[in-house]
C-alpha cells in the first residue's frame, strides 16, 4: 500500500502536468528575459568587423596592460568591500540574535538604514566628508563596504536563529560556553555568512554607480564607456567576461569549502547558546551604536547639512515629483514581477533531483554578476526593432524588464534556500490525498515561503530602486527614476540640491520599511 503510494507520488511529477507545464513556462521566461540578454551579447562579442567570427575583443583583454589594471581594481573593490561589509556585518547579525539587548528592533532598522540607501548616495556622502581621499579605490571599497554590510548582518542573524538548540545544550553538558560557541555555532552559520559575502562580491564587482562617482577605473565603467562614448558592443561585452569569471572563481571556492549548506538551512525550533556570559552584552551595545553613529547618522547627517532648510528639500521633491513617483512604480513593479518568476525558478531548483544542480546555482551567480550596463546594451540589442519598438522598448516597460532581468536570479537562489526549508512529506502527503499540484502548491508551499517571498521582494525593490547601470542606458526619452536623474545632476548641479534630492530618496523608502516593522512588531506584540 505504502509503496503503491509512493509510485503514485512519483508518476504524479514524472508525467505530464500542471507542474510540469508552470516549471517549463517559468524556465522559458526566465531564459528569455534573464538569460538572453546577456547570451546575445556575448555572441555579439565574437563577432569582427566583417561579420564573421573573430576573438579580437578577447585578444586584448589578454594583452593590454590597461586591462590587466582594470582586471586587479575589479577584484580588489570586490573583495574588499566583501571583507569589509562582513567584518562589520556578521558580528552584528550573531550579536543581535544571541543577545538580550532593549530596543533590538529599532537597532535592527537602523542598522539596515545602508542598504536601503542607494551606494551612490551614500558615495555622495563620502565626498562631502572625506573631500579628495574619497576619490580613490580605498573610497570605492569603504562605500560599497557599508552598502552592504546589513546583507552579512542579516545573514548571520537567521543563520544563528536556525541552529538546532539541541546540539547546543547537549555540548554545553561537556563544555564551557565559549568553546561549544567556536566549535558547534561559528561552524554551523559560517555557511551563511560565505553565502552573503559572495553575494556582497557579485554586487560590488558589478556595481556602476559607485565608482563612477568615485571616477575609480573598473570594469563596470568600462563598459560603460565602449558603449555609450564608442558604441562598441563587442568591446563592452568583452569587458565584463573577467567579472563574471571572478564571480565563478569566488562561487567555486565557497562552493568547495562549504559545500551544499552554502544555500540551504535548518529550522530551529528555538535559540540555543545565549552570549550573556562575560562581557557580550556591553560589547554588543557598543558595537551597534559606534557602527550606527558612523555608517549611518554621520553619513545622513552630513547629506542633510549639505542639503540645507526644509523648503529646499520640498523644492527639490517638487521638482523631482514625475522621476520618485516612477521609481517606486516602477522598482515596485520589477520586484514583483522578478519574485513571481523567481518563486517557479527557486521551487524547481529546491526539489530537482540531479548532480546538476551545483551548475544551476553557479549559473544563477553568474547571471546575478553580470553587469547592469551589459544587462541594458542587450536588453537594447533584443528590443530595438520595429516590430515592438513602441509597446516596449520606447515605454517603460523596458525599464521594468531590465529589473526582472538584473534580480531575478538573486531572489531564486533566496527562495531555493527557503522552499528546501520545506519537508518534501507536505507535498507527497497532499498528492497521495489526491490534491493536484497546482491546489498544493497553492496551499501548502506558497504559504510555506511567504516569509521568503516577503524578504525576496524587499531586497530586490530595494536593488531596484537604486538601480542606475541598466536604467541609464534603456530608459526612453522623457522616461527617468530618481537614481538617473541624480547622477546625471552630478556634473552641473550645486551640491545642496544633489544631497536634498539624495535625502529624499532615503527618507521615502526608510518610512515605509519603518512603518512595516512597527506594524510587525505591534502584531508580534499582540499574540
Known amino acids: 500500500m505504502k509503496n503503491a503510494a509512493v509510485a503514485r507520488y512519483q508518476n504524479h511529477f514524472q508525467s505530464p502536468s500542471p507542474r510540469a507545464i508552470a516549471l517549463f513556462l ?16 556575448f555572441g555579439v562579442s565574437l563577432t569582427g568587423p566583417d561579420g564573421g567570427l573573430s576573438i579580437d575583443n578577447y585578444r586584448r583583454l589578454l594583452t593590454e596592460r590597461r586591462q590587466h589594471q582594470l582586471l586587479l581594481n575589479s577584484v580588489l573593490l570586490g573583495a574588499g568591500a566583501s ?8 558580528p552584528l547579525g550573531l550579536l543581535l540574535a544571541r543577545v538580550h539587548l532593549r530596543g533590538k528592533a529599532w537597532r535592527r532598522l537602523a ?12 558615495a555622495l556622502a563620502w565626498t562631502w566628508m572625506a573631500g579628495s581621499f574619497a576619490y580613490s579605490l580605498t573610497g570605492a571599497i569603504v562605500v560599497l563596504g557599508v552598502s552592504f554590510y546589513p546583507l552579512a548582518m542579516l545573514a548571520a542573524e537567521a543563520a544563528a536563529r536556525r541552529v538546532d538548540a539541541g546540539l547546543e545544550e547537549a555540548a ?15 561552524p554551523l552559520i559560517a555557511p551563511a555568512v560565505a553565502a552573503a559575502a559572495l553575494v556582497i562580491f557579485a554586487l560590488a564587482i558589478s556595481e556602476f554607480g559607485v565608482p563612477g562617482l568615485l571616477r575609480v577605473n573598473v570594469f563596470t565603467t568600462e563598459v560603460f564607456t565602449a558603449f555609450a562614448a564608442l ?93 520618485i513617483i516612477n521609481s517606486f512604480a516602477l522598482a515596485g513593479a520589477g520586484a514583483t514581477l522578478a519574485v513571481a518568476l523567481a518563486v517557479f525558478i527557486g521551487y524547481w531548483r ?28 542587450g536588453l537594447i540589442g533584443l528590443w530595438n526593432h520595429a516590430d515592438w519598438r513602441g509597446e516596449i522598448y520606447a515605454s517603460p516597460l523596458i525599464i521594468v524588464i531590465a529589473y526582472v532581468s538584473r534580480f531575478a536570479p538573486v531572489a531564486a537562489l533566496l527562495l531555493a534556500a527557503s522552499v528546501r526549508q520545506i519537508p518534501v512529506a507536505f507535498e507527497e502527503a497532499a498528492v497521495i490525498a489526491g490534491a493536484s499540484w497546482l491546489r498544493t502548491f497553492g496551499r501548502i508551499v506558497l504559504p510555506q515561503m511567504f516569509a521568503g517571498i ?6 530586490s525593490f530595494i536593488f531596484a530602486i537604486g538601480e542606475i547601470g541598466a536604467t541609464a542606458l534603456v530608459a526612453p526619452p522623457g522616461e527617468s527614476t530618481l537614481p538617473v536623474r541624480v547622477y546625471t545632476l552630478v556634473a552641473n548641479t550645486p551640491a545642496s540640491n544633489l544631497a536634498a534630492l539624495a535625502l529624499a530618496q532615503v527618507i521615502i523608502v526608510f518610512l515605509p520599511l519603518a512603518l512595516l516593522a512597527l506594524f510587525v512588531r505591534r502584531s508580534e506584540g499582540a499574540k
Open 26 to 41: 517559468a524556465a522559458v521566461m526566465f531564459i528569455a528575459i534573464c538569460a538572453l540578454p546577456a547570451i546575445s551579447m
Open 350 to 377: 529546491a526539489r530537482m533531483r540531479t548532480r546538476w544542480g551545483a551548475l544551476v546555482d553557479l549559473a544563477l551567480i553568474a547571471l546575478f554578476a553580470v553587469p547592469g550596463t551589459v544587462t541594458g546594451i
Open 172 to 186: 554545553l553538558l561537556v563544555a564551557a560556553p565559549r568553546r561549544v560557541f567556536a566549535k558547534i555555532t561559528l
Open 454 to 459: 516577503s524578504a525576496a521582494w524587499v531586497i
Open 231 to 323: 558604441y562598441d558592443f563587442g568591446a563592452a561585452t568583452a569587458l565584463s567576461l573577467p567579472l563574471l569569471v571572478a564571480t565563478m572563481m569566488a562561487a567555486i571556492a565557497a562552493r568547495l569549502l562549504i559545500g551544499e549548506q552554502m544555500l540551504t538551512g535548518r529550522r530551529g525550533s528555538r535559540v540555543g547558546l545565549s552570549l550573556n556570559f562575560g562581557g557580550w552584552q556591553a560589547a554588543s551595545v557598543a558595537l551597534s551604536l559606534a557602527v550606527i553613529a558612523l555608517c549611518v547618522v554621520l553619513p545622513v547627517g552630513v547629506i542633510a547639512r549639505e542639503a540645507g532648510g526644509i523648503r529646499l528639500i520640498a523644492s527639490s521633491i517638487k521638482e523631482s515629483s514625475d522621476a
Open 83 to 90: 571583507i569589509f561589509a562582513t567584518m562589520i556585518g556578521a
Open 111 to 122: 542598522l539596515v538604514v545602508p542598504l536601503i540607501t542607494p551606494p551612490y548616495v551614500l
